[in-house]
């Protein structure tokens, strides 16, 4: 089963989104990122322009086959189908589907917003009725800095 973690809390979504998947690059991991058309610009900018010392190289999905296929990173519409090879599945708020098929692991950065903060609730519902371990992780409790 793939494994769920909500990361809340997150002040800045972006900015939090970026620390993440320059880890998760540096890791060697393949991520898709779904979120807001809004969001995924915003984060698109700033992953090219947050770190004077770290270049996380990304694509959207709607980029060439080629780079979509070699981008450790694709931004996509939270309805896209995931690229071959995608294994992590970073979910910046906004609809997603139920279906978690050829994803190890699965990370929902969610805010502090109230709505926000309920359509969370209501996906871990479904994630644990579907049997996948879910797991939380408080953003402003833990130290991160984050925004």
Same mark, same amino acid.
Request: net charge neutral; aromatic share 6%.
């Given at each position: 089963?793939?494994?769920?973690?909500?990361?809340?809390?997150?002040?800045?979504?972006?900015?939090?989104?970026?620390?993440?998947?320059?880890?998760? +690059?540096?890791? &060697?991991?393949? @991520?898709? #990122?779904?979120?807001?058309?809004?969001?995924? $610009?915003? !984060? %698109?900018?700033?992953?090219?322009?947050?770190?004077?010392?770290?270049?996380?190289?990304?694509?959207?999905?709607?980029?060439?086959?080629?780079?979509?296929?070699?981008?450790?990173?694709?931004?996509?519409?939270?309805?896209?189908? +995931?690229?071959? &090879?995608?294994? @992590?599945? #970073?979910?910046?708020?906004?609809?997603?589907? $139920?279906? !978690? %098929?050829?994803?190890?692991?699965?990370?929902?950065?969610?805010?502090?917003?109230?709505?926000?903060?309920?359509?969370?609730?209501?996906?871990?519902?479904?994630?644990?009725?579907?049997?996948?371990?879910?797991?939380?992780?408080?953003?402003?409790?833990?130290?991160?800095?984050?925004?």
């Amino acid at each position: 089963m793939t494994a769920v973690a909500f990361h809340v809390n997150a002040t800045d979504k972006v900015a939090y989104a970026c620390r993440l998947l320059r880890k998760a +690059a540096s890791a &060697g991991s393949r @991520v898709l #990122v779904t979120g807001e058309p809004a969001l995924l $610009a915003r !984060l %698109d900018h700033d992953l090219w322009a947050f770190s004077a010392l770290d270049f996380v190289p990304h694509c959207r999905a709607d980029a060439p086959a080629e780079l979509v296929r070699r981008s450790p990173i694709v931004l996509a519409s939270p309805d896209h189908q +995931a690229a071959q &090879g995608l294994t @992590v599945r #970073v979910h910046l708020g906004g609809p997603m589907d $139920a279906s !978690l %098929d050829g994803f190890e692991r699965v990370i929902e950065v969610v805010g502090q917003d109230e709505q926000e903060r309920g359509d969370a609730r209501a996906r871990w519902k479904l994630y644990s009725a579907m049997g996948h371990p879910v797991s939380h992780h408080d953003i402003a409790s833990s130290g991160h800095r984050h925004g």
